[in-house]
């Protein structure tokens, strides 16, 4: 069983959104306790797996949990809809860094 840490900004929105594009069947809504953290626990489609969405402030951003006999195919599913991409080649440069390297290349002074 592996925990996978979704984004610091992923939303209830966000997971009710994968959820329905995935075919998950919510099972059950577990409220926040001073010793438990809350969850919400869905069905895969294929009736043999759960998927925990588990919200513990005190560990960092939310993380899912999959149980099945098969949970390797089940946590690359919720990879794919619910962990944030990395952008990719290289990061953007700032508009005004763009601009003054442009008009230093071309000889001018801003």
Do not use: K
Not at 72 to 81: C, G, K, N, S
């Amino acid at each position: 069983m592996n925990r996978i840490v979704l984004g610091e900004a992923t939303t209830r929105d966000d997971v009710d959104d994968a959820a329905r594009e995935g075919g998950w069947f919510l099972m059950n809504i577990v409220p926040a306790t001073e010793r438990s953290p809350a969850q919400r626990i869905f069905m895969a489609p294929d009736r043999q797996h759960y998927i925990f969405v588990v919200d513990d402030p005190r560990l960092g951003p939310p993380y899912a949990v999959v149980q099945g006999a098969d949970a390797a195919r089940w946590e690359d599913d919720v990879r794919a809809r619910l962990v944030p991409r990395q952008a990719e080649g290289p990061p953007e440069r700032d508009p005004a860094e763009a601009l003054l390297a442009a008009l230093a290349a071309a000889g001018e002074r801003p």
